[in-house]
Every structure is written in C-alpha cells, then in structure tokens.
C-alpha cells in the first residue's frame, strides 16, 4: 500500500520555487504526480525551462505540464496597477554588479527533457477526477491553473484533499503596499480559487518570512556534499545576498524561500506555529490594494471562513526538513 502522500506542484519556477520542486521529489511522504509550470516570476517559456531543467538534474521521472502564459483577465486593462505600481523589477545592485532574484535560466544544463502535450490546467481536472485518493495542489506561483482547472470542473474539489498556497500577506507585503506576488499577479484566480470551496491552507508572507533561511543553513546545505544540497545552497546564498540588497529581509544573512515552506508543510504540518481560520477575500479592483489578501480577523466574519492562515512558522524546523530530504543525492 502506497502511503505517501499524491500532490500536484503548480510552480513559476523561480529560485524558490526550484527547491520547493527539489523538495517535494526527494521526500519519502510524497509521490508528486505532475508538475504545472505557470506565466510569474518569469514568462511561461523560462518558467517551463527551468522546472524541466530541475526535473532533470533531479533524474525524477515526474511529468511537467506547461500552464498558462498570463493571468485570466489582469492585464486586459492597460491602466489596472497604475494606481499602486509595483515596484520596478527586479534588478537591485549587489557587490559592483546588477542582481534579481529569479534568474531567467537557472544555471542549470538546458533540458532535453519535454513537456507533456496536455496544458497544465486539463491535466489537474484529469488527475483529480481519476485519482483513487484525494490529491493535494500545492500552487506556488500566480494561481491561474488552479482557478483554470476549477472553472473547467468544479467538482473536483470533492477529490481535492487540500491546496497549499504560498501567496499573500496579513501583515507583510512585496509587490506592492498591500500585496504579495502570486495574488497580485491574478487576483480573480486567487478569488476564484478562494471561493471554490476546496479546503484550502494559505502560506502568506508573514511564514514565509518568519521561517527565513540563513547563510549558515546555506553552509549546512553545502556540506552534505549532495546535488541537491550544493544547488539549495547556492539558490539561498543567491537569495539571502538579494534580498539584502533590496532590503526586503529583516537581516542581511537571511532570506526566505516561501515555496519550499509549502512542500514542508504539506508532509509536517507543525512547521507552521500559528495557523488561524479565517475568511479570506482578494481586492479585485485595481486600485492602490489590488491583489490584498483581506484577512478578516474578527470573531464574527461578515462570510463564512474559507481557509487556514499560517502567520508563523518555525525555521529551524524547516531547515532541519530541507537536510533531511537534500541529504541523499
Ligand atoms: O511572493 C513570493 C512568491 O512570488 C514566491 O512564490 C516566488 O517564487 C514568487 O513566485
Ligand atoms: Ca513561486
């Protein structure tokens, strides 16, 4: 009897999102049935490269499915994020030398690997609809192909165990005042996905950054002397010098890596130390909080409570998991 675990990994591959992957294949509890790749931190192109050229440096023999090239209707209105302009990516200066924290290409060999012909989001409705057990989506870009795929069929929620979304913010934001990335980039996939029913936990920001890695986990990562571990290392030495630039992280020898907090979360849960239920609703309205996860905090919500909100979670807990699963190969 299979007891591990069956997820689907929606993924704008991205450096963090590049260990979430690494994560979810190497760790025992999980069988990762497919891979969606999605338009995010980088076009749909560079986002599809890089999950292939991870699945192969991994050798995993795991399915990658190309998603959606844009979100569902955000960039239809050439004013829409006018009001509250993100701030311009992405290039910061670090050490004499223009820096971002997503790569186009992560340094990687180029895939020879390809995709599966079936777009992502068809893929996840025929994998839920067949799938004996419930499946687990574990989405950590914008949300487009899981909202694509609910729209599709929406009963597949009923074989839906639970999505795991990395994206928003109670308290911290990155895109804009209000906003973090993944929402803000498809608001009406993130509401759509909100609304659909699906037992739904959300990693927003305020985990994402608390479980912050440092330079010496990086160093920890090094020394196991694995693929894995050496590629984790490099990614979170890359990220932590990033984000000191930016000043986006509390300290200089820290920085998150939000995705793989999702990949941990899914196989311990107790890595996320205050998790509260709540309702939570997206700003659709392109104005200064366009993309703000509305996190209704009060005893009374206005409307029924639709997920769980991680706002803290335990980072050496995490680094202790990403060891484990970086220390075999
Ligand atoms: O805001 C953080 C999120 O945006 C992460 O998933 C990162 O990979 C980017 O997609
Ligand atoms: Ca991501």
């Not at 992957?21 to 338009?39: F, K």
């Not at 574990?138 to 069929?153: E, H, M, Q, S, Y």
């Not at 985990?207 to 090094?222: E, G, I, N, Q």
Request: glycine share 6%.
């Amino acid at each position: 009897m299979d007891n591990r675990r069956k997820v689907i990994l929606d993924v704008d591959t991205g450096s963090d999102d590049a260990v979430a992957i690494m994560a979810a294949v190497c760790a025992p509890e999980l069988e990762v049935l497919g891979i969606c790749s999605v338009a995010g931190n980088l076009p749909i192109d560079n986002t599809t490269e890089n999950t292939l050229r991870v699945v192969q440096m991994l050798g995993a023999d795991v399915p990658v499915y190309r998603g959606a090239s844009g979100p569902l209707v955000a960039q239809l209105n050439p004013l829409r994020q006018d009001m509250a302009p993100r701030k311009k990516p992405v290039f910061v200066e670090s050490r004499g030398r223009m820096v971002r924290v997503h790569n186009e290409y992560l340094d990687l060999p180029a895939a020879t690997i390809k995709t599966q012909d079936l777009p992502a989001a068809m893929f996840i409705v025929d994998t839920v609809r067949k799938s004996k057990e419930k499946v687990t989506l574990l989405p950590v870009g914008p949300l487009t192909n899981i909202a694509l795929a609910l729209k599709l069929d929406p009963t597949i929620v009923n074989n839906i165990d639970e999505i795991i979304i990395m994206g928003g913010g109670h308290a911290v934001f990155n895109t804009t005042s209000a906003a973090e990335f993944n929402i803000w980039f498809d608001p009406e996939a993130a509401e759509i996905v909100l609304q659909s029913g699906a037992n739904i936990t959300l990693l927003p920001l305020d985990a994402t950054h608390a479980a912050s890695l440092s330079l010496d986990d990086a160093k920890a990562l090094r020394g196991l002397g694995t693929k894995t571990g050496t590629f984790a290392a490099e990614l979170l030495e890359h990220r932590i010098e990033v984000f000191s630039a930016m000043k986006q992280a509390l300290r200089d020898d820290i920085a998150p890596v939000h995705d793989a907090l999702v990949v941990c979360a899914a196989i311990d849960p107790s890595v996320l130390t205050d998790v509260r239920f709540m309702r939570v609703d997206v700003d659709c309205g392109g104005g200064y909080a366009d993309g703000q996860t509305l996190c209704d905090t009060r005893a009374l919500p206005t409307k029924p409570r639709n997920c769980h909100v991680a706002l803290d979670a335990d980072p050496q807990k995490f680094a202790s998991m990403l060891l484990k699963y970086f220390s075999k190969s």
